[in-house]
């Protein structure tokens, strides 16, 4: 009774049956061992082939951490701050030609995990002031501990080669000032420091103090009549130095550069009689944080087209323009130049110019800061051409989601182009550590490499007799 074509058709059931038993058991088995696969392309694309191309240059030490206080306080901006705020240029000016502009070059203590430069290998030749950092104000005095005097007597020893370097001890640093408000507050207090001062004039043979409190009358530890108690210190300083005969000493400040912190902090034209100069801090203008989440330059030397509003302000030329206004004398002004420069990760790595949305730090560096060094190596093992904007005169360099402002011998020779053209008192280098100080970047092999290259190259627009070659 078996008829062929119900055998026939028994034997095509039997192959559907198969066929739909061997398709559920591919299925099965495409999705067993291919899920975990397109699972992890997935999250391999989205999260790390942004930055696979990406080599990172070894072995950065963690910057201090207070390091990211002062570009905090500058990029998270009040919103009271008046918009229309105009500056008036007092027309033609005649400038006082200066031949002798100062190279104030800051140097940080060394630490085993950062800042690694020791005093031997700094050219005695290559800057006109260092500032030694940081001394701390404990107990309304002047303090340095054991291993920080030992590297600032090393220092002090450079003037043996070069017998017109000046040194002075930097005191406070960014977000490590407390003491500041203590010591300010009455007469007693600020005669105290100013002894401790003297006495280590005297006993270092120091040529002065460099005051970086960041900032007076600003948060967190503030009063109102902390603008008034820095200004008597600088008063009662000059009073005393002016009373010594042998120890003549002199004393700076590290001044804030946005011009709302320049109101708040600072009354310019009364310090500008008890000032030798002051340091401007022109530099951490632009900064990763919550409240900046967006790319921008660490120093721009003029506004760009693509700032609106505050971020108008926030540049060298703004920033000079407006302590020359309050009342500070043009050759006081010492303007700040970064050796360092500042990391970003961007949101979309597709929109990376300028202002474009940033989601943190970049991974070069720590916390958003990088030095000369690694910038330079991580440009040249991936081989990034920086950008050049020409209207801030500074370049950026980006690739993947990687975004870094810093400063190089171009933009930094036309900022001190700027000092010389506006007759500013001198230049400030923020740090002899964050330069190449080893000459280890190699970007082009056949070049040899200078150690301090960025230094040296503000020097010699400074200084017409002085050339790298
Ligand atoms: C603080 O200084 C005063 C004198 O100026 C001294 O008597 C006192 O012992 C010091 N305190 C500390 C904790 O060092
Ligand atoms: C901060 O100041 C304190 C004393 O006031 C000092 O012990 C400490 O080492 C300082 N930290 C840094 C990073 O300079
Ligand atoms: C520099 O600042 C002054 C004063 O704000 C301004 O008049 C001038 O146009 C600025 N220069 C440039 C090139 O932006
Ligand atoms: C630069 O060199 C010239 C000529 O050699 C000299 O007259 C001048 O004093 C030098 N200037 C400085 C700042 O050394």
Not at 93 to 102: A, L, M, P, V
Not at 212 to 223: A, L, T, V
């Amino acid at each position: 009774m078996t008829d062929v074509y119900s055998g026939h058709s028994q034997f095509i059931l039997l192959t559907d049956n198969r066929r739909r038993w061997f398709d559920g058991r591919t299925v099965f088995l495409i999705t067993v061992i291919s899920l975990p696969i397109i699972v992890f392309c997935g999250i391999y694309t989205i999260i790390l082939k942004n930055n696979e191309s990406l080599l990172y240059p070894k072995s950065y030490g963690k910057v201090p951490s207070l390091w990211t206080n002062r570009a905090k306080i500058y990029t998270n901006h009040p919103k009271t701050y008046p918009k229309n705020n105009e500056i008036h240029l007092f027309g033609a000016k005649t400038f006082n030609q200066i031949d002798d502009f100062k190279l104030v070059c800051y140097y940080n203590f060394p630490t085993d995990d950062f800042n690694t430069l020791q005093p031997k290998n700094i050219d005695p030749f290559l800057c006109t002031h260092i500032n030694v950092g940081f001394a701390n104000v404990y107990n309304n005095t002047l303090t340095l501990d054991v291993s920080q005097l030992e590297i600032l007597k090393s220092v002090v020893g450079l003037k043996k080669i070069n017998n017109k370097l000046k040194i002075l001890i930097s005191v406070g640093g960014a977000g490590n000032d407390t003491g500041f408000a203590e010591m300010v507050l009455n007469h007693a207090t600020r005669k105290l420091f100013i002894k401790s001062v003297l006495e280590h004039v005297k006993i270092y043979d120091v040529d002065g103090v460099d005051l970086d409190w960041e900032f007076p009358n600003q948060e967190p530890h503030h009063d109102k009549y902390q603008r008034m108690h820095f200004t008597q210190l600088l008063e009662e300083f000059r009073a005393t130095i002016n009373k010594q005969t042998r120890h003549k000493f002199m004393v700076t400040i590290a001044a804030a550069a946005p011009p709302f912190l320049v109101d708040n902090c600072y009354d310019v034209s009364y310090i500008n009689q008890f000032v030798d100069f002051i340091s401007v801090m022109s530099y951490d203008y632009h900064f990763y944080s919550k409240i900046t989440p967006f790319t921008g330059l660490n120093s721009p030397l003029f506004q760009s087209s693509q700032d609106k509003g505050y971020f108008t302000n926030l540049n060298i030329n703004y920033t000079t323009h407006y302590w020359i206004l309050k009342g500070m004398s043009r050759d006081k002004i010492i303007i700040g130049l970064p050796t360092y420069g500042h990391t970003f990760r961007l949101t979309n790595n597709h929109n990376n110019g300028l202002y474009a949305p940033a989601r943190g730090y970049g991974r070069l560096g720590s916390d958003g800061f990088v030095d000369y060094t690694q910038t330079c190596k991580f440009l040249s093992m991936n081989q990034i051409s920086p950008v050049f904007d020409m209207e801030a005169r500074s370049p950026y360099a980006t690739k993947a989601s990687e975004w870094i402002s810093f400063e190089n011998e171009q933009s930094l020779s036309f900022k001190a182009e700027y000092v010389r053209d506006q007759q500013l008192g001198g230049a400030m280098i923020y740090s002899l550590n964050t330069d190449d100080h080893m000459g280890a970047c190699k970007i082009d092999p056949n070049i040899h490499n200078e150690p301090f290259p960025l230094t040296k190259k503000v020097r010699e627009i400074l200084d017409r007799n002085y050339s790298l070659f």
